[in-house]
């Protein structure tokens, strides 16, 4: 396919450049308003000391790095998409197609309990209205916003822009698109195992029993080793990686969803090294207790390993000229 969209004409396709630079000017003004956010949530903590018990200094510094890293990677894929880059294409593409698989989740879980959220804290009617318009708000940031980019980003004619106007061989080419969110993800998730222990405390859940101190930052620096290594070796399209990613993600699912059947979630919260204002709200909203989010573990588990056995004929066919859309 790579061939036959480079051999193409100007006249076989039709320029999308003027959508590449609206949608990249548009990841811009995303990222700078994550720098917005973050320079208002410093200014609010300095200003008002009690803001600490909703949002304490661990919190905020988690929250500032990930609004920092997001702002980063928006602006950069912003410049990318403006300068119609294969790579911003692809990565675009990928993150679009994220959002939209986890906010159809999000949206299903919020229909159906969101609204218990705001009855314990609002009036029946205020509840409706807040519930109404976040629901509103989330449909068009989670699923219509980025549905749109998956349907400008995936289309041939941004392909063929994107081929013609970058005509050199990127990274992102080598790799099939699922295996390519793969990998990444893998890295994502490696990442987080070194951030969230260096502003929480290190807690992990192994079947019925949380594992914290020492011993659980042990098993986050190794899980932070395999994980660069399944990212680099699903990138590679290596067979060992995808059945050690399909092993070792099933047993920390099970792993997983048994310790939170007998333990109760807050009490990860509170492992975590939370303080009790905020677990106090948590367990007001009903949800981080019981089985309610056990299930819905479960079923965003399930669907993870669906896709890792749909994105197994990748790993059979070799990474010759194989096109990343196929």
């Given at each position: 396919?790579?061939?036959?969209?480079?051999?193409?004409?100007?006249?076989?396709?039709?320029?999308?450049?003027?959508?590449?630079?609206?949608?990249?000017?548009l990841?811009?003004?995303?990222?700078?308003?994550?720098?917005?956010?973050?320079?208002?949530?410093?200014?609010?903590?300095?200003l008002?000391?009690?803001?600490?018990?909703?949002?304490?200094?661990?919190?905020?510094?988690?929250?500032?790095?990930?609004?920092a890293?997001?702002?980063?990677?928006?602006?950069?894929?912003?410049?990318?998409?403006?300068?119609?880059?294969?790579?911003?294409?692809?990565?675009?593409l990928?993150?679009?197609?994220?959002?939209?698989?986890?906010?159809?989740?999000?949206?299903?879980?919020?229909?159906?309990?969101?609204?218990?959220?705001?009855?314990?804290?609002?009036?029946?009617s205020?509840?409706?209205?807040?519930?109404?318009?976040?629901?509103?708000?989330?449909?068009i940031?989670?699923?219509?916003?980025?549905?749109?980019?998956?349907?400008?980003?995936?289309?041939?004619?941004?392909?063929?822009?994107?081929?013609?106007?970058?005509?050199?061989?990127?990274?992102?080419d080598?790799?099939?698109?699922?295996?390519?969110?793969?990998?990444?993800?893998?890295?994502?998730?490696?990442?987080?195992?070194?951030?969230?222990?260096?502003?929480?405390?290190?807690?992990?859940?192994?079947?019925?029993?949380?594992?914290?101190?020492?011993?659980?930052?042990?098993i986050?620096?190794?899980?932070?080793?395999?994980?660069?290594?399944?990212?680099?070796?699903?990138?590679?399209?290596?067979?060992a990686?995808?059945?050690?990613?399909?092993?070792?993600?099933?047993?920390?699912?099970?792993?997983?969803?048994?310790?939170?059947?007998?333990?109760?979630?807050?009490?990860?919260?509170?492992?975590?090294?939370?303080?009790?204002?905020?677990?106090?709200?948590?367990?007001?909203?009903?949800?981080?207790?019981?089985?309610?989010?056990?299930?819905?573990?479960?079923?965003?588990?399930?669907?993870?390993?669906?896709?890792?056995?749909?994105?197994?004929?990748?790993?059979?066919?070799?990474?010759?000229?194989?096109?990343?859309?196929?």
């Open positions: 396919m790579n061939e036959l969209l480079n051999s193409l004409s100007p006249a076989d396709y039709k320029d999308r450049r003027v959508g590449l630079i609206a949608f990249g000017v990841h811009i003004l995303f990222g700078m308003l994550c720098v917005l956010a973050m320079i208002g949530m410093s200014v609010v903590m300095l008002d000391p009690q803001m600490e018990t909703v949002l304490t200094h661990q919190m905020l510094g988690f929250v500032l790095v990930f609004y890293l997001l702002a980063l990677v928006l602006i950069l894929l912003g410049i990318g998409s403006i300068l119609c880059r294969r790579w911003a294409r692809v990565l675009i990928i993150g679009a197609w994220s959002v939209l698989v986890a906010g159809i989740v999000v949206l299903i879980f919020y229909a159906v309990y969101g609204r218990r959220m705001y009855a314990g804290m609002l009036h029946d205020a509840a409706t209205l807040v519930w109404g318009f976040s629901m509103v708000f989330q449909a940031f989670l699923i219509l916003l980025p549905g749109l980019m998956v349907l400008f980003y995936g289309s041939r004619n941004v392909i063929a822009t994107c081929m013609a106007r970058d005509p050199h061989a990127r990274w992102t080598s790799c099939p698109i699922p295996v390519l969110a793969t990998s990444l993800g893998f890295v994502l998730g490696s990442l987080s195992f070194l951030i969230i222990p260096a502003f929480y405390r290190s807690v992990v859940p192994c079947f019925g029993v949380l594992v914290s101190g020492a011993p659980a930052t042990l986050l620096l190794i899980c932070t080793g395999i994980g660069l290594y399944l990212a680099w070796g699903t990138y590679r399209l290596q067979m990686a995808w059945w050690v990613s399909l092993i070792l993600f099933t047993f920390f699912s099970v792993s997983a969803v048994v310790t939170f059947l007998k333990v109760d979630l807050l009490e990860f919260y509170r492992e975590l090294g939370y303080p009790l204002e905020q677990i106090e709200l948590l367990r007001n909203n009903n949800f981080f207790s019981g089985s309610i989010m056990v299930w819905w573990m479960v079923i965003c588990y399930v669907l993870f390993i669906i896709f890792l056995v749909w994105i197994r004929k990748y790993f059979h066919s070799s990474r010759s000229a194989e096109s990343p859309e196929s």
